[in-house]
Nanobody, 121 residues
Framework: QVQLVESGGGLVQAGGSVRLSCSAS????????MGWFRQAPGKEREFVAA???????LYADSVKGRGTISRENNKDTVYFEMSGLKVEDTGVYYC???????????????WGQGTQVTVSS
């Protein structure tokens, strides 16, 4: 059973930064593309960023230039760092594993429970 556990969320002031981590229960990270999605209150879940096992990356336009996705395959961990946070970045951030590199929610097989990021003005 694959388990993904996110951490690192919290309350952040606008303009600040956040670093999210996602740890896998098994060596899922090594073979899958890992992605981050987010869901704002009252909105549908949306793609944020993804990274393949060979470090190819894909970003949503809304986070380009502000967010960086990275991974440490030897630690089965994926990270997402974002600076210049805006109130509209508020939401639950989910880690997911799937193939191939893409921004489509239905292409990701495994999901974490999410971690809340709240950006205050």
């Amino acid at each position: 059973q694959v388990q993904l556990v996110e951490s690192g969320g919290g309350l952040v002031q606008a303009g600040g930064s956040v670093r999210l981590s996602c740890s896998a229960s098994i060596q899922t990270v090594k073979s899958y593309t890992m992605g981050w999605f987010r869901q704002a209150p009252g909105k549908e879940r949306e793609f944020v960023a993804a990274i393949t096992r060979i470090m190819r990356t894909l970003y949503a336009d809304s986070v380009k230039g502000r967010g960086t996705i990275s991974r440490e395959n030897n630690k089965d961990t994926v990270y997402f760092e974002m600076s210049g946070l805006k109130v509209e970045d508020t939401g639950v951030y989910y880690c997911a594993a799937g193939v191939p590199l893409n921004d489509e929610e239905n292409k990701y097989t495994y999901w974490g429970q999410g971690t809340q990021v709240t950006v205050s003005s």
